[in-house]
């Protein structure tokens, strides 16, 4: 079974630009969550998405953005960048089970804000 | 609100020995917990979820303890390589759905 998929895996955009990351969730997993990974702040979420539904947020502000698509696809968003946003964007998967959910990461997409 | 500390951000042994983590919580009561191994540059990698009615779980060398009277996690790497240095992050989950509070992690370095 193919395990979650990101891309790009790197990038570098110059401040005041946008980007679009992708994940690809591991099939039949419809939950999708973000995260970014800072040495400073080590791993904070960013949001969930369940059934193209944002499902929970974390504290970032509105210039991060995700969507997901009907086949559990997501996409986050990070609009007008700055140079703090340098981090690694981690995406994962998870069945949405009764009790004791396990989430499942991909390598991540390495953002450089310049 | 809910705080995630994990023992000394860097841990030296010796191979062969036994490598402890620690992993404390402050202001909830999660009913499970992960662990998580994560190398540089890469994605974590999950290791283990334990409950809270579970006292201790185990998968080849490695053991989990959750004690929720405590409110801590004990992470054991028993007979350690140098193949298992890395990053260890515990995961105790954050309200609803999948979003999950992540400590920041303890760096393991087995030395041969």
């Known amino acids: 079974k193919a395990g979650v998929t990101q891309t790009p895996r790197y990038l570098i955009k110059t401040r005041g630009q946008q980007v679009t990351l992708s994940c690809s969730p591991i099939s039949g997993h419809r939950s999708v969550s973000w995260y970014q990974q800072t040495p400073g702040q080590g791993l904070q979420f960013l949001f969930e998405?369940?059934?193209?539904?944002?499902?929970n947020k974390g504290n970032f502000p509105g210039r991060f953005s995700g969507r997901q698509f009907s086949n559990s696809r997501s996409e986050m968003n990070v609009s007008t960048l700055e140079l703090g946003d340098s981090a690694l964007y981690l995406c994962a998967s998870s069945l949405d089970g009764p009790s004791g959910n396990t989430i499942y990461f991909g390598e991540g997409s390495w953002l450089t804000v310049v | 609100s809910q705080k995630i500390e994990q023992n000394s951000e860097a841990l030296n042994i010796q191979e062969g020995k036994t490598a402890t983590l620690t992993c404390n919580y402050t202001n909830y009561s999660p009913a499970y917990l992960q662990w998580y191994r994560q190398d540089p540059g890469r994605g974590p990698v999950f290791l283990l979820l334990?409950?809270?009615?579970?006292k201790e779980k185990r998968k080849e060398r490695l053991k989990v303890t959750f004690d929720t009277t405590l409110k801590q996690s004990l992470f054991h790497i028993t007979a350690s390589q140098p193949a298992d240095s890395a990053t260890y992050l515990c995961a105790p989950p954050g309200g609803t759905g999948n979003q999950f509070y992540f400590g920041t992690g303890t760096s393991l370095t087995v030395i041969p």
């Open positions: 334990i409950r809270e009615n579970e």
């Open positions: 998405y369940f059934s193209e539904t944002q499902r």
